[in-house]
């Protein structure tokens, strides 16, 4: 059975992500409101060349830092976070950006920087399994974005520039409370160079972050071919859709997390109680996360379009078309957790190959002429390629470790 401090961790990590949910959830329905769908297109494609360059930044700032951390120390890894983190933001602004106005390139530049930094400080709370810090941090994120967007859109810019701006704002407050909390636990941050703990940190990270930007093909690239095919309106609707339904993951995540934060712990040998719990917690992900599906699709559609607007007529549509692909997903990212806290990262860019290979000729084949009906077929058979590797994969291992080969 999993222990109950997991499960106590468990809903303590969920009723956080339940939090950021709901400021992202505010924040995504009061700009679809504002700026429409086509505003709502430009700040999708901004998100998600944000959520790009981050997987570069957080070859050192993501599962490498949370490896690392109690291992080598929170201080021989953060100046090698901050120049990396620095020089990846200063290229990846102009060549994702670069069409934008250059202050558009400068927000996106300083966001990239701050998001990665915030990355490596959370990456190092889950190392010294402080989820309480983890929980506060990422909560703040959102709920100060979509305040701040509110101040901003109210009294100086009432552009869909404000959420910009708002978040780059959230972003320097979380580092700050970042540093503080750190502080508190007594964690010094100093300039601390090796190249020993370089080279092992760039090499776990490249290849984690390999399988997450595969993994990020799999769910984002319908995004530029509806960008090209059909303009950013598609984009606006389509990516609320892909946002409502992937909200349901914030129970795999939350599970994810704490078996994650777990599985790091040198102190756990048990190999066969990990298996054992990393199956259990599965299941009850697959069942939660059904019910939420199940919930979101009862809803009529009149409730989405009062929510969003006229424009997001078909959102519900989009949930079901996508729904097969999110539940599967809810197993599978306990199974990747699992690999990815045992170092086994090669099942992860697998997996992800498989699921980008499919997105990209799915995408290529249907969007021109299906338009978001075709992105959603291109994004759940990308998700079920991917999660059935995971599945197929952890079952032969629990079979290894059952004795059973």
């Not at 959420?163 to 750190?182: D, G, I, K, P, S």
């Not at 989405?304 to 989009?318: A, H, M, N, R």
Request: with cysteine; net charge positive; charged share 10%.
């Amino acid at each position: 059975m999993v222990e109950r401090k997991t499960v106590q961790n468990i809903f303590t990590t969920m009723a956080g992500k339940v939090l950021i949910l709901l400021g992202s959830f505010g924040t995504m329905a009061l700009s679809a409101r504002f700026w429409g769908a086509e505003g709502r297109g430009v700040i999708a494609l901004y998100v998600a060349n944000l959520s790009l360059a981050t997987i570069f930044s957080n070859i050192f700032t993501n599962s490498s830092a949370c490896y690392y951390s109690p291992r080598v120390g929170a201080a021989k890894l953060w100046l090698q976070v901050s120049l990396w983190t620095f020089g990846v933001s200063a290229l990846a602004a102009p060549l994702l950006q670069g069409t934008a106005s250059p202050l558009l390139t400068l927000v996106f530049f300083v966001a990239a920087t701050l998001s990665g930094m915030i990355t490596f400080y959370l990456s190092v709370f889950l190392g010294r399994q402080q989820v309480p810090y983890y929980n506060v941090v990422t909560v703040l994120e959102p709920v100060l974005t979509l305040l701040l967007m509110l101040l901003l859109r109210y009294t100086v810019c009432p552009s869909y520039f404000a959420y910009f701006y708002a978040q780059v704002l959230a972003y320097a407050l979380c580092t700050l409370v970042c540093h503080v909390l750190l502080h508190r636990e007594g964690v010094s941050l100093h300039a601390e160079w090796s190249w020993q703990c370089f080279r092992q940190n760039f090499l776990f990270g490249i290849q984690e972050e390999t399988g997450t930007f595969l993994q990020f093909l799999n769910y984002r690239l319908p995004y530029y071919f509806l960008s090209y095919y059909c303009g950013l309106a598609s984009i606006g609707v389509f990516s609320i859709g892909v946002a409502l339904s992937e909200s349901i993951w914030v129970i795999s995540r939350s599970i994810s997390l704490v078996q994650y934060s777990n599985l790091l712990n040198p102190d756990r040998k048990d190999a066969g109680k990990a298996v054992s719990d990393t199956l259990q917690l599965s299941v009850y992900s697959l069942v939660l996360s059904a019910v939420c599906v199940v919930v979101a699709l009862l809803l009529p559609s009149e409730v989405y379009t009062f929510v969003f607007g006229p424009e997001f007529v078909s959102l519900k549509w989009i949930i079901l078309l996508l729904s097969p692909g999110i539940l599967l997903v809810s197993a599978a990212k306990v199974y990747g957790h699992y690999f990815s806290a045992l170092g086994q990262l090669r099942v992860l860019v697998v997996s992800s190959a498989c699921g980008a290979v499919v997105s990209l000729g799915l995408s290529a084949l249907c969007i021109r002429q299906g338009n978001i009906t075709g992105a959603c077929l291109a994004t759940v058979g990308a998700h079920l390629c991917c999660s059935a590797v995971l599945i197929v994969w952890f079952f032969r291992a629990r079979r290894r470790v059952n004795g059973r080969d």
